[in-house]
């Protein structure tokens, strides 16, 4: 039986599981949970994911139901052993660097929706983004482009799945209308060589853009005024 992948595109958790099954050339049955109907809160996906979030994988009697971990479980299983750059380590030592600049790429994914006030906005609680977390955002900008400038991508000098963590990360920011990437010139080369990947603009790119148009709808016109406009829209 096929893997099952519950997913929807507009969630940075499950596009980069998406891209990986897409790099790897792994078939799968596509499962799309409807975000706008709430269907990830239904009885029947509770029967998937008892926690009701997606992303899921289904492999077999094999049910994952957080992102990083399906990604290390696809890339172990269906990466070839004798694949010289692989999107997840095998060696001991390189796994435990990989897993801390992993850690650290979740704790700045949360700092990037806490500026953004996510939670509240998106209950209708709140219009207005958290300023104090913008210095907090540049300064993972400034670690990014750091790590970047000593290297063509994130993590050992080729393409991993990290890659497509932070590169979410760091486009989540743009849901702020945020302008100051200019100074971030290591970030912008490797967002052009990330641009080559076939699946890129569909996975990272459209996916960050229609997140921001719906966000800034959200803000400028409250919570159901601007999601029934971003749906007539769609």
């Known amino acids: 039986m096929a893997i099952q992948f519950y997913y929807h595109y507009l969630s940075p958790p499950s596009c980069v599981v998406w891209m990986v099954l897409k790099e790897l050339g792994v078939e799968f049955e596509e499962k799309i949970i409807d975000l706008f109907q709430d269907e990830q809160k239904g009885d029947k996906y509770a029967e998937v994911n008892r926690r009701k979030q997606i992303p899921a994988l289904r492999d077999g009697d094999m049910t994952l139901t957080e992102s990083r971990s399906m990604a290390i479980y696809l890339c172990s299983k269906f990466e070839p052993a004798d694949k010289k750059d692989k999107l997840y380590p095998r060696d001991f030592l390189e796994q435990t660097k990989f897993h801390e600049l992993m850690m650290r790429d979740v704790d700045n994914y949360q700092t990037m929706l806490k500026y953004l006030n996510i939670d509240l906005v998106l209950e209708g609680k709140a219009t207005s983004l958290v300023d104090g977390f913008l210095p907090k955002c540049e300064k993972i900008l400034q670690e990014y482009d750091a790590i970047l400038a000593k290297n063509e991508y994130i993590f050992g000098g080729h393409l991993t799945f990290l890659d497509y963590a932070c590169a979410h990360t ?15 010139t290591n970030l912008k080369r490797w967002k052009q060589t990330l641009s080559k990947l076939p699946y890129f603009g569909q996975c990272v790119e459209d996916s960050a853009k229609t997140n921001a148009d719906m966000y800034t709808l959200v803000l400028e016109k409250g919570l159901e005024a601007g999601f029934t406009e971003f749906l007539a829209r769609k």
């Open 170 to 184: 760091i486009s989540t920011l743009k849901m702020s209308g945020y302008r100051g990437w200019d100074k971030y």
